[in-house]
């Protein structure tokens, strides 16, 4: 890990004493500690204390789907910090309660001295690039290739590499204890020195792809493993993606994380329905971890359907226009293109078009309350910036439920109880209030 420099030592020095005696960081020192951990909180500087929760970073961080799931859902606290490049989706997470560094992701350093005491990363890269919805740049072969070389330079550049691998018999194998409680690993000891190259330098090796998101997965690979090379306590890892994101390149991550001696890693594709979301969302999640426990494994069963009528208080029988007037095909007698789908089932997956959607029988259209609460918010999650932007960051979001799903085996708790009872209170209260009961509500 970078040393701190002795102004910042003697800062940090100072504010631990003032927290250890339950006093804030004094007025001359916050300024030191400031200037040297941005973009991120001062206080990062500063070794938790016992009981502090532990402190995770949240990259493509969105509106606040991870940190619902975490918060809202499991009830768990969690230092956390998410960085996002939309100033609409870090303003709606901040007036939800959440911190936000609005910034691009590749601009900052992994290896950031304020970065030094973190336990987690949670990373959810855009997926236009993968997705049916975009172009599926993200599936052509090349573009697989460029970005499957890159992935495979991270163990190199972090100091990784087994020593065998260069084919030195002098150097002992790596003895460390997958059951470190401390979670180090063994950096130096049967692995070859790193090669130099900058975190800049890796993220060119991807330059060549069609289309610059498609190298955003590669911050997969680059956070989890340059803090662990910094000397940082990192866990675990959490990845989202599009269900359509290719076998070879989870293989790669996979690889680079075995190799970095991360003792368990395991990726699933999971649909939001199957787990009480009144919408469609089939994503791949991913979870990494340097010791392995069997609470990883934990599974959630799935869980009762949720209708899309159901969830919005609709009476049954409703069907949704997706794109207007359509042709009519003189055979079936319906609107070609299928731009119909019944609100008696969950809907079909949000996009940011999903602005456009209409209830058949009045011309309804869905609010950006309700547009979250398909996605698993509630109703009053505080939504900001245009109804475009509300509906794309809605589109865009990890569910809080999936969320909560997928970390219930890192953070522990009872998961399926708190997603079932979380599940009860967003979608059940509509039996015993009128929507003018919200605000109180909640």
Known sequence: MRTLPAKVQTAVHVAT?????????????????EEAAAPWPAE????????????????FAGPGGWSEG????????????????SPDACATARKAGHRRICADITTLDPEHIALRHTAAVIISPPCPAFSPAGKLSGLEQGNIEILGHAIA????????????????DEVDECECDPDDPDGKGCHGDGFAPRSGATWDEV????????????????????????????????????????????????????????????????HEIMEAADYGLPSRRKRVYMIASRRYS??????????????????????????????????????????????????????????GKSRTWKRESDGYRL?????GLLVGFRRSYPWQGSRSSAFQQAADVVSPIMAAIVLSGVLGGLGEALVRDYLAQLYDMDDMLTPDDYELAT
Not at 44 to 59: K, M, N, S, T, Y
């Open 44 to 59: 990062w500087l500063l070794a938790p204390l016992p009981g502090d929760p532990i402190r995770v970073v949240e990259l």
């Open 294 to 351: 069997p609470t990883i494994t934990r599974q959630i069963r799935p869980l009762p359907a949720t209708t899309m009528a159901q969830a919005l208080g609709w009476k049954p029988g409703e069907r949704v226009n997706t794109r207007g007037n359509r042709p009519v095909d003189p055979k079936s007698g319906r609107a070609k293109g299928g731009n119909t789908f019944s609100a008696d089932g969950p809907s079909w997956c949000l996009t």
């Open 70 to 85: 975490i918060a809202a859902v499991l009830g768990m606290a969690v230092d956390s910090v998410g960085v996002d490049i």
């Open 367 to 371: 609010t950006q309350a309700e547009a």
């Open 203 to 266: 993220r060119e090796l991807a330059a060549g792809v069609t289309d610059p998101r498609i190298a955003l997965m590669l911050e997969v690979a680059i956070w989890p493993i340059a803090l662990q090379a910094a000397g940082a306590p990192i866990r675990w890892m959490a990845m989202e993606q599009s269900s359509n994101l290719p076998e070879e390149i989870i293989s790669d991550l996979t690889i680079e994380f075995e190799c970095a001696e991360w003792f368990y890693t395991s």
């Open 153 to 168: 330079y991270v163990g190199e550049a972090a100091g990784f590499i087994p020593m065998e691998w260069h084919h030195n």
């Open 17 to 33: 004493l003032a927290r250890k005696a339950g006093l804030p960081i004094p007025a001359k020192v916050l300024p030191v500690l």
